[in-house]
T-cell receptor, first 114, second 112 residues
Framework: DAGVIQSPRHEVTEMGQEVTLRCKPI?????LFWYRQTMMRGLELLIY????????DSGMPEDRFSAKMPNASFSTLKIQPSEPRDSAVYFC????????????FGSGTRLTVV | KQEVTQIPAALSVPEGENLVLNCSFT??????LQWFRQDPGKGLTSLLL?????REQTSGRLNASLDKSSGRSTLYIAASQPGDSATYLC???????????FGKGTKLSVKP
């Protein structure tokens, strides 16, 4: 298996622009998680899906953030409009059965908003 | 609210030394605990997963233990090597939640 695949690896955008991050979970995994990592706050959960349904989005910082999982093999995290404080590394992770057997992380997307 | 603490935040040791990284948590109602390694600018690599019913897991030179009653986990690295230099993250899945809660990590530097 190729693991959890995220794209793009790096994204540099101007303030106010829309940003879309993409994730392909491991085939067969039914839970998907979006995390954000910053120096100040470490790794924080933004949202997670189980069987394509959002279960907990309490970590989504503002209405500017939205996430979708239209099918079991694809998810997007969108920021519109982007702001400099959104600059961080965004990780996607997937697991079987809500993490009961551990989690596998993608390589992350490093977002820089200038 | 579950909180995960890792001490120390940074550690520097000479090559060949055995070392222990510590992780503590405030709520013992956990489902499992996972140790990850993160190299600079890279993603998270899973090292060991301990289910709540287990006391320890071993992989090569790594041994992770779990003591739920005291809210502690340790990662033991034997015969450290410069290639072990990385940030080590402890994360746990709560009993009722499906998400991982992370500590801030311990940045390990192994000097040749």
């Amino acid at each position: 298996d190729a693991g959890v695949i995220q794209s793009p690896r790096h994204e540099v955008t101007e303030m106010g622009q829309e940003v879309t991050l993409r994730c392909k979970p491991i085939s067969g995994h039914n839970s998907l998680f979006w995390y954000r990592q910053t120096m100040m706050r470490g790794l924080e959960l933004l949202i997670y899906f189980n069987n394509n349904v959002p279960i907990d989005d309490s970590g989504m910082p503002e209405d500017r953030f939205s996430a979708k999982m239209p099918n079991a093999s694809f998810s997007t995290l969108k920021i519109q409009p982007s702001e400099p404080r959104d600059s961080a590394v965004y990780f996607c992770a997937s697991s079987l059965d809500r993490g009961k057997r551990g989690y596998t992380f993608g390589s992350g997307t490093r977002l820089t908003v200038v | 609210k579950q909180e995960v603490t890792q001490i120390p935040a940074a550690l520097s040791v000479p090559e060949g030394e055995n070392l222990v990284l510590n992780c503590s948590f405030t709520d013992s109602a956990i489902y499992n605990l996972q140790w990850f390694r993160q190299d600079p600018g890279k993603g998270l690599t899973s090292l060991l997963l301990i289910q709540s019913s287990q006391r320890e897991q071993t992989s090569g030179r790594l041994n992770a233990s779990l003591d739920k009653s005291s809210g502690r986990s340790t990662l033991y690295i034997a015969a450290s090597q410069p290639g072990d230099s990385a940030t080590y993250l402890c994360a746990l899945r709560g009993g009722s939640q499906g998400n991982l809660i992370f500590g801030k990590g311990t940045k390990l530097s192994v000097k040749p």
